[in-house]
């Protein structure tokens, strides 16, 4: 589906009669720092060129009515009735940031919302993130209120965790509002500090998606949330100064090795030595050598499937493949896990070629046909409405 944001304006018209005005996000993949979030670490993502578009237009009954153009379906809420009540539907997305809205004490009078995307659902992309922070902009243009950044990260994260009911950290969110062009972005996720760091002119961003995901249903994901918090209440009870897994060292967590289970000691091991990777990517990035960042994705990827369990055989395949390509950097996981995509780091000369073999190679190996794109650094949501771009 291409985004055609004139034609999106041309369909909300026609659903709902009255002319609506455009909001933006895009998404978003992270280079490394995976699974570091929750547990207040760091992360190092990039906004991408994909985009969610939230058109709105007020309405006189008091209601907000959402349309989906991916989905081809419409709801319609009383606002002033409006309850913490999800129904494990697309539309638990934008009714959930409305809902989060209301806690922060932003009042929206009644609208019409179309939505529309480009971002490939459930790949790891966070389209997720990137319809909640469209339907934020569209909603606070409609009630006139401008949120910071960190407030409005946190307000649509609010919506992922409380009222979808997912357990996902800040980061997408903020980087999906945040984010730079032309820029990668170490984030802090517990001071939400954050340092905007150039990329190498020289490389490509190339995501690939396995076109697999296990985890829905075996419910993995959750299980690793449980492993790592059982880790870090160990910590938290043993060691002083130790609030979050971020405080621990290795040191730490061999002192409590035999008080927790091998599966938290694996899945701790692998967000401390992360959050140091994430670190030393930031000095690689910053001394331009691309060879060090992309050793440090190796090295991250490596510890995603062997400490914390997360890959699986496609995306490992994936990234086997890519690692034998001429001018790449770096390959790794990106995303939750257990499929989805990898990001990998190419020359950019490369990059075509890169992609050609790849497809080739993975449909060889696993019989499936693989996407790829070729990413550059986009603005997050705050910098395409400041640009007029929306
Ligand atoms: P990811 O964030 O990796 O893409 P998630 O499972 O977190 O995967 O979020 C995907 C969900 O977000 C979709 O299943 C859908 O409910 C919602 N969503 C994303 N984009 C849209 C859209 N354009 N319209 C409606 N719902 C959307
Ligand atoms: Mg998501």
Redesign the pocket.
């Known amino acids: 589906m291409s985004l055609n944001e004139a034609a999106l304006l041309g369909a909300h018209r026609q659903r709902f009669g009255r002319e609506g005005r455009a909001f933006e996000a895009p998404?978003r993949v992270n280079l490394i720092g995976e699974h570091t979030d929750y547990t207040g670490g760091l992360v190092m993502p990039m906004a991408i060129g994909f985009r969610?578009v939230a058109v709105i237009s007020p309405r006189e009954d008091g209601r907000a009515v959402f349309y989906?153009?991916?989905?081809g379906e419409e709801v319609s809420y009383e606002i002033s009735s409006l309850e913490r009540a999800p129904r494990g539907?697309?539309?638990?997305?934008?009714v959930g940031v409305l809902w989060s809205l209301g806690q922060e004490g932003v009042g929206v009078g009644g609208f019409s919302m179309s939505?529309?995307?480009d971002?490939?659902?459930?790949?790891?992309?966070?389209?997720?993130?990137?319809?909640e922070v469209a339907t934020a902009m569209a909603l606070l243009a409609h009630a006139g209120v401008e949120l910071p950044l960190d407030q409005l990260a946190t307000m649509c994260r609010r919506a992922?965790n409380e009222y979808?009911g997912?357990k996902?950290g800040i980061m997408?969110q903020f980087i999906v509002a945040g984010g730079i062009e032309h820029r990668a972005m170490m984030l802090d996720c517990r001071s939400l500090g954050f340092e905007l760091l150039p990329l190498p002119e020289q490389v490509r961003v190339v995501i690939c998606n396995s076109m697999v995901k296990h985890a829905?249903a075996t419910g993995e994901y959750g299980d690793r949330r449980d492993e790592v918090e059982a880790g870090q209440s160990v910590l938290r009870h043993e060691r002083k100064g130790v609030e979050l897994l971020r405080d621990a060292t290795l040191t730490d967590l061999e002192t409590c090795r035999e008080k927790m289970s091998a599966a938290s000691y694996a899945r701790c091991r692998h967000i401390i030595t992360e959050n140091a990777r994430v670190l030393q990517a930031r000095e690689a990035l910053l001394a331009g050598d691309v060879d060090r960042f992309g050793a440090l994705m190796v090295k991250a990827h490596a510890s995603m499937r062997d400490d914390f369990a997360a890959s699986c055989p496609e995306v490992d395949t994936l990234v086997d493949i890519a690692m034998r390509q001429a001018g790449c950097f770096g390959a790794r996981i990106t995303?939750?896990g257990f499929g989805?995509c990898t990001v990998n780091v190419v020359r950019e000369e490369a990059a075509a070629g890169f992609v050609d073999a790849v497809k080739r190679e993975y449909e060889a190996a696993t019989g499936i046909k693989a996407d790829c794109f070729v990413s550059a650094a986009s603005d997050g949501a705050l910098a395409l409405a400041k640009a007029g771009v929306r």
């Open positions: 998404a969610t989906s153009d991916n989905y539907h697309w539309s638990d997305y934008p939505l529309m995307g971002v490939p659902l459930g790949a790891g992309l966070s389209s997720s993130a990137s319809v992922e979808v997912a996902s997408d829905v995303g939750g989805g």
